[in-house]
């Protein structure tokens, strides 16, 4: 049965996924692209070095070794203008709620983020303290689809990945959990989302009985 419960940060708990998607726009820009918001999805999810690999493939930009360096510093730099003044606002509807539902039935919870800046974001906007354990990109070196991140979840849960149910918004985060051999809760506004055994749009008003599978 379900006891653990690991959850991606970016565009599941907090809104932030949109200042990545910027900040990639802004660096295409400079380059004289314009990034149409189809490019969103296959930027999204995986590690800053992957989706500058992605950007340069889809667009043609090209770039020098050094030049890929200096791009992803400043890719970096934006998102973190950006997300500067994030607080509480930026949690998705729902949340909290839902934190706080899951932990009263005791279910064991975690991040399992790639993201660098997993626990800058988790202070400023007070989720800190409803997780066991927070698994970053400081703890991990493969980044998503690779299952690393989801399996130190479990891990450090001290729970079996069997028992452990993932929300996740990207596909390369749900192939992540899958190959880990976890269930998958999409969390995708448009109600779809590739590979998931279930999809949410929101976490307004959900309870537990979503966790039976
Ligand atoms: C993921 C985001 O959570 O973290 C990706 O969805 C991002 O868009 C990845 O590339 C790495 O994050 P960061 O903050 O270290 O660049
Ligand atoms: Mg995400």
Not at 6 to 12: A, E, K, Q, S
Not at 42 to 50: M, V
Not at 166 to 171: I, S, T
Request: hydrophobic share 40%; aromatic share 8%.
């Amino acid at each position: 049965s379900v006891k653990g419960l690991i959850f991606d940060l970016d565009g599941v708990l907090v809104d932030t996924a949109k200042y990545h998607f910027m900040a990639w726009k802004r660096l295409a820009k400079e380059h004289g692209v314009d990034l149409n918001d189809g490019y969103a999805e296959p930027l999204k999810g995986i590690s800053r070095k992957d989706a500058l690999e992605i950007l340069l493939d889809l667009t043609g930009i090209s770039m020098s070794g050094v030049e890929k360096l200096r791009a992803l510093d400043k890719k970096n730099s934006w998102y973190l203008e950006y997300i500067m003044d994030i607080d509480e606002s930026a949690v998705f509807e729902g949340v909290l709620e839902f934190l706080d539902l899951v932990k009263s039935l005791g279910y064991k919870t975690a991040i399992g983020s790639t993201s660098d800046n997993s626990s800058l974001i988790l202070e400023c906007t007070g989720l800190t303290r409803f997780f066991d354990v927070i698994i970053d990109g400081y703890k991990v070196t493969k980044p998503k689809p690779d299952p690393e991140v989801y399996l130190v979840g479990a891990k450090e849960l001290q729970l079996d990945p069997s028992e452990c149910v993932v929300f996740e918004d990207a596909v390369a985060g749900v192939n992540s959990a899958k190959t880990a051999r976890m269930k998958v809760i999409g969390v995708s506004r448009t109600g779809s989302l590739e590979g998931a055994d279930k999809v949410i749009t929101t976490f307004s008003g959900l309870d537990e009985k979503i966790l039976d599978f």
